[in-house]
Every structure is written in C-alpha cells, then in structure tokens.
C-alpha cells in the first residue's frame, strides 16, 4: 500500500541553524501538507501546497518557514534558523484530487538545543 | 471557545466493551469529518471519513456527525488491547487549495485484558 515517508526520523539542532525536513507524498496526489505537534498538545496545521504554490498557511508558519517541491516527487520544510520553541514532530501529509482525505507521515522528531 | 473540543482522558476499558470517543465543534462551515488513530510518537493513521451528517460503519468502527448539534462520535465494538492509541478527530471545509484540517487535542485509550 503506498504510503508518505519522511527522513530524517530524528534531527537535533543548535539553535540558530537550519533544518530541512523532507517528505516523498504517495505518487499520484497532488495536495500536500505540514503539520506539527509540540509534545503533549494537539496536531496543528502549518501550510498546505498545491499546483507549486502555498494555497494556505497558519499564523505559525511566518518568514522562517519554507516549502519546496524541487522535483516530482520531493516536498521540503526548511526553518531558516531555528528556536527553541520549534522543538517538535513534524508531520507530512498529503491527499489526492477530489479527496479530502489526508494521509500522514510517520514524522521527523526535531529537537532544538 | 475552542473550534475543536476533546475530552483528553485517559479512557480505561476492559477488553470486549463499547467504546465511545466524542468532540464538538464551534465552527458551523466544517463539512468533512475524519477519526485518526496515533501510536506514541507514530504518524495519525485515518480511520474513518464522513461527509456531513449520518453513520458510517467499517468493521468495528461506526462514525456519527450530528451537525445540527455539532458533534461527532467515533464507537468502537468489541474493543482489543491493539486498539489502545490516541484518537484524534479532525476536521475540515475544502478551500479550492487543499483542505486544512483542524484537530481535538486526542483521546487516550487503554484497552485492558
């Protein structure tokens, strides 16, 4: 069954760096997403991307964040330099055409020191 | 107020009973209703997708949306120490770019034996 995969599973960081969290979407969709959930409180939504453009994005998601699909099977999250606050799961998910519902990743565990 | 209410738990129930796991909403445009499944420190698994109000069953689960009083259930039958998770209800309205969803904060389950 085809699935969203991530790497790395685990990052630690120094504050102030950059991180690239990467997610391979299952193939034939064409929504893709970013959540992230600090530990102990809910899932929340980060940006949504469509067509090779951000469709939406939250109040968290400010001049730190970025999104790439640099090829056709690729979607990136960079943070250019990370806070302590960034400490958490980063979640990818994606959706296909006239569906509404999305498919996660298992996460990359991204620790900020 | 909130836009999506769940009772956090922990739930505790013994193997072979009814399980009933429930959020409200605030936000009267959420056309779409999903039930996500988490392990500890996994990815949300979709378990369940309804389109407005009414009942969908798969198997054990059964999934209710009551939109004129906001609510939604998620029953499990027959509960299994596999089903011990954190469910997650979520929701969305579609915006042409994708669909945000918005999640409770989950609900800790512990199926004993």
């Known amino acids: 069954e085809p699935e969203v995969t991530q790497t790395p599973s685990h990052q630690v960081t120094q504050m102030g760096q950059e991180v690239i969290l990467r997610c391979v979407p299952i193939s034939n969709h064409l929504y893709f997403y970013w959540y992230r959930q600090i530990l102990g409180q809910k899932v929340e939504f980060l940006v949504s991307f469509y067509n090779n453009e951000i469709s939406e994005k939250s109040e968290i998601f400010d001049d730190q964040f970025s999104v790439e699909r640099p090829d056709g099977s690729n979607f990136t999250l960079k943070i250019r330099s990370t806070k302590l606050e960034d400490s958490a799961m980063y979640f990818c998910a994606s959706s296909d055409r006239g569906s509404e519902t999305q498919y996660f990743g298992p996460g990359t565990r991204l620790l900020v020191l | 107020q909130k836009e999506v209410e769940q009772d956090p738990g922990p739930l505790s129930v013994p193997e072979g009973a009814i399980v009933s796991l429930n959020c409200t909403y605030s936000?009267?445009?959420?056309?779409?209703f999903m039930w996500y499944r988490q392990y500890s420190r996994k990815g949300p698994e979709l378990l369940m997708y309804?389109?407005?109000?009414g009942n969908k069953e798969d198997g054990r689960f059964t999934a209710q949306v009551d939109k004129s009083s906001k609510y939604i259930s998620l029953f499990i039958r027959d509960s299994q120490p596999s089903d011990s998770a954190t469910y997650l209800c979520?929701?969305?309205?579609?915006?042409?770019?994708?669909?945000?969803?918005?999640f409770g904060t989950g609900t800790q389950l512990k199926v004993e034996l």
């Open positions: 979520a929701m969305s309205f579609f915006t042409g770019g994708g669909n945000k969803l918005t």
């Open positions: 936000n009267s445009a959420f056309q779409y």
């Open positions: 309804t389109y407005s109000s």
